[in-house]
């Protein structure tokens, strides 16, 4: 919290565990609470969360399988617990078995977690994914599809991944482009369905399936592709979240910053 307060950020994303490792540990006494009155200090709002990296509901292997489902579990209730509105999910691979058993155990798996987890507030957010190997998330049609199979659609979203959409063969770099594949995005999925974007650029090419994020400008996705995106009053209230590299300190976070708010024409 304290790093995306001296960003000057509007909205940031956390994990609620540790992203590598099954383990969970308990919240500390007075943890929920100190949260709250960080984040209300520091006003930043939205706060999202983004699940565990080994979470693969569509696994083949029924072990890897029950233990995402109850990972996945534990963390939307605290997710929920920390009052965020959301949290991040990869879709996940199907391991060979095919897109359409893939998206019906995804589905299914997602039904479990959210029985698990009556009365909490969170929703869950399929992350778009730059279609390597087997994952699923690479097209749009298998965010839809997966949501459709759902028995909780309504606690179901989307966040979309620049660099992701860009490996996966949608190209947003030119006006003409933006609009197509937002216009795809909308028949498909739905804008009403978009609750958030991870923006970054790709060291891959447009359709190359290489989820490598780049600092903004610094990809084959290039400054006016974030441009259309940042002037497009239809996501101008969704919360925009920076996954670009690294480094010590906050100084490629507040470069990447810079280069976008210099883009946006209008307040948003």
């Given at each position: 919290?304290?790093?995306?307060?001296?960003?000057?950020?509007?909205?940031?994303?956390?994990?609620?565990?540790?992203?590598?490792?099954?383990?969970?540990?308990?919240?500390?006494p007075?943890?929920?609470?100190?949260f709250?009155?960080?984040?209300?200090?520091?006003?930043?709002?939205?706060?999202?969360?983004?699940?565990?990296?080994?979470?693969?509901?569509?696994?083949?292997?029924?072990?890897?399988?029950?233990r995402?489902?109850?990972s996945?579990a534990?963390?939307?209730?605290?997710?929920?617990?920390?009052?965020?509105?959301s949290?991040?999910?990869?879709?996940?691979?199907?391991?060979?078995?095919?897109?359409?058993?893939?998206?019906?155990?995804?589905?299914?798996?997602?039904?479990?977690?959210?029985a698990?987890?009556?009365?909490?507030?969170?929703?869950?957010?399929?992350?778009?994914?730059?279609?390597?190997?087997?994952?699923?998330?690479?097209?749009?049609?298998e965010?839809?599809?997966?949501?459709?199979?759902?028995?909780?659609?309504?606690?179901?979203?989307?966040?979309?991944?620049?660099?992701?959409?860009?490996a996966?063969?949608?190209?947003?770099?030119?006006?003409?482009?933006?609009?197509s594949?937002i216009?795809?995005?909308?028949?498909?999925?739905?804008?009403?369905?978009?609750?958030?974007?991870?923006?970054?650029?790709?060291?891959?090419?447009?359709?190359?399936?290489?989820?490598?994020?780049?600092?903004?400008?610094?990809?084959a996705?290039?400054?006016?592709?974030?441009?259309l995106?940042?002037?497009?009053?239809?996501?101008?209230?969704?919360?925009?979240?920076?996954?670009?590299?690294?480094g010590?300190?906050?100084?490629?976070?507040?470069?990447n910053?810079?280069?976008?708010?210099?883009?946006?024409?209008?307040?948003?």
């Amino acid at each position: 919290m304290q790093r995306g307060s001296s960003l000057h950020c509007d909205a940031i994303q956390v994990f609620v565990k540790s992203n590598v490792r099954w383990a969970m540990q308990a919240l500390a006494p007075g943890e929920e609470a100190r949260f709250s009155c960080a984040r209300a200090a520091t006003g930043i709002w939205p706060v999202i969360a983004h699940s565990s990296y080994l979470i693969n509901l569509a696994s083949a292997d029924p072990s890897t399988r029950r233990r995402s489902i109850r990972s996945l579990a534990d963390e939307l209730r605290r997710a929920s617990r920390l009052g965020l509105p959301s949290l991040v999910l990869h879709p996940g691979s199907h391991g060979g078995r095919g897109v359409r058993e893939g998206m019906r155990q995804v589905a299914a798996a997602l039904d479990e977690v959210f029985a698990a987890c009556e009365g909490s507030t969170s929703e869950i957010l399929l992350e778009t994914t730059a279609g390597q190997g087997h994952s699923l998330g690479g097209r749009f049609q298998e965010l839809s599809g997966i949501i459709r199979r759902s028995c909780h659609p309504r606690r179901l979203g989307v966040c979309v991944d620049t660099c992701h959409i860009f490996a996966a063969g949608y190209d947003i770099r030119t006006p003409r482009g933006y609009r197509s594949v937002i216009r795809e995005l909308d028949s498909v999925v739905g804008l009403h369905q978009v609750r958030a974007f991870h923006l970054n650029d790709c060291k891959g090419a447009l359709g190359s399936h290489l989820d490598r994020h780049e600092h903004i400008g610094r990809g084959a996705l290039g400054m006016g592709a974030f441009a259309l995106l940042l002037n497009d009053p239809r996501f101008r209230s969704l919360p925009m979240i920076l996954e670009t590299p690294k480094g010590k300190g906050t100084a490629l976070d507040r470069r990447n910053l810079t280069a976008l708010k210099c883009l946006v024409k209008t307040a948003r």
